[in-house]
DNA sequence: TAGATTGTTAATCGATTAACAATC
DNA sequence: TAGATTGTTAATCGATTAACAATC
């Protein structure tokens, strides 16, 4: 009796907890939402937001289907892994959907950000127009270099990479993106998680050991370029036949 | 009779065609290898090569297994698609399978390619020293600045977009690099592909619609971004609990 | 109301893992 | 030879697709 009492209690804690909130239940309630499922948001927001630019406000599953080239089977079930966000005989509220998949993909939270590698790829990423959509917000670029340490890149400084660790302590940085060459990155990842980094955007062409708990996102640009290598020469070997 | 005798001439003109390569063969049989397995090719001659530099030269699929962090019996099957590249009690000579993979993955073939958009992402792909690995040989930049054309990157040249259709033909260009903003890009992916291009290797975030036999790689880097900014989400609401 | 379309369960398909005979 | 390890078949697991009752 006693027992059933704590779980009750329990229970009614979880459930005021999240009332308001059915993002964060649905998290909690953690049926993990698969990789495949999660890489597939992104998509839907990109489309989304075209549809609100054409003030386009209702779609259907069927319809979306027609234009993102997923199944609108697929569509609902992606969909519902975060909520019933549609309505039966109308389908989905454009700008409500957007909206949400923002929120989903914590677009809104913000982050400070910093730049390791100031080469012509972390250049390149600084000047990157698709952060504005989100809320990683750049604050500085490292560098090795001493002749590019104190130039400016935009408004951007390119500082000591000597310096990294006092910098991210004393400006709550909690993400880094790496843009160095692949025998910098291992170290210097492990010394900016050690000092607070939660999250890394690897552009270096290794896979980083890290704790289990600080998520890294590769963008490993050899092997999409090794993909392309493959699939031309396996349409060559079809054309030949 | 007659229709077994055709049969089995055929049979000796593919066994014939095919006897001194078996990748051909293999393809020629197109059990059609999966995109995931296509995606872990990359990784495996990856680590093949940082084997190799580091004088190892046999491995066994549990030994990889634990550095590259795919099961063994999945680099078993994956490697299976191709050939059979071990040996019993052996495992694989490291060396013969970064040969075999380089090959299966058509680094051994030369693409003339060009970059389209000579931003700061087209130039720091420009100055990608992943290319080298690869047979992809950049010939050219374009752009549609007044300002840029005529300007060199390295030893390659910015040429105004407008030239791009006759360049194409007259230096046998089968591979674009697309860096444009998104809305030029799917124009100009259709004006080139009429000219001969074969293969595009898309940074502009939007899906290129063309012909089939074109083969489409895209880097979607803000997909990638908010893949990162979800599970940082994610993480988040796991830390609070 | 009738038609449309969702949310969700069940069926199918494909990819990964396990197991083991073959063999170096 | 005995031990190790492959190549490959079978079992499992997970993701996608189909189907349909619920309901706007």
């Not at 910093?114 to 127009?129: D, E, F, K, R, S």
């Not at 006092?166 to 160095?180: G, L, M, R, S």
């Not at 690897?202 to 490993?220: G, K, Q, R, S, T």
């Amino acid at each position: 009796m006693n027992k059933i009492l704590t779980y009750s209690t329990d229970f009614v804690i979880i459930i005021t907890k999240f009332r308001k909130n059915k993002q964060k239940w649905v998290s909690f309630m953690a049926r993990q939402i698969s990789m495949a499922v999660i890489r597939r948001l992104p998509k839907y927001h990109r489309y989304l937001k075209d549809l609100l630019e054409k003030d386009v406000n209702r779609i259907s599953s069927k319809e979306l289907s027609k234009i993102i080239g997923f199944t609108a089977s697929q569509i609902r079930q992606d969909l519902n892994n975060f909520g019933g966000f549609g309505q039966q005989g109308y389908g989905y509220n454009v700008e409500e959907l957007h909206r949400e998949i923002s929120k989903i993909l914590g677009l809104t939270e913000e982050y400070n950000t910093v730049i390791i590698g100031a080469g012509n790829l972390g250049q390149a990423i600084a000047n990157y127009a698709g952060f504005k959509s989100s809320g990683f917000k750049i604050k500085a670029l490292f560098d090795i270099n001493p002749r590019m340490i104190g130039l400016r890149i935009r408004d951007l400084e390119i500082l000591d990479i000597e310096t990294i660790q006092e910098y991210i302590k004393e400006n709550d940085v909690k993400i880094a993106v790496i843009c160095t060459p692949k025998e910098k990155a291992q170290k210097i990842a492990s010394d900016i998680v050690e000092v607070g980094i939660k999250g890394i955007w690897n552009f270096a062409p290794i896979d980083l050991e890290l704790p289990e708990e600080v998520i890294v996102e590769n963008v490993h640009l050899t092997e999409s370029l090794f993909t392309l290598s493959y699939l031309l020469n396996e349409q060559k070997l079809k054309d030949e036949e």
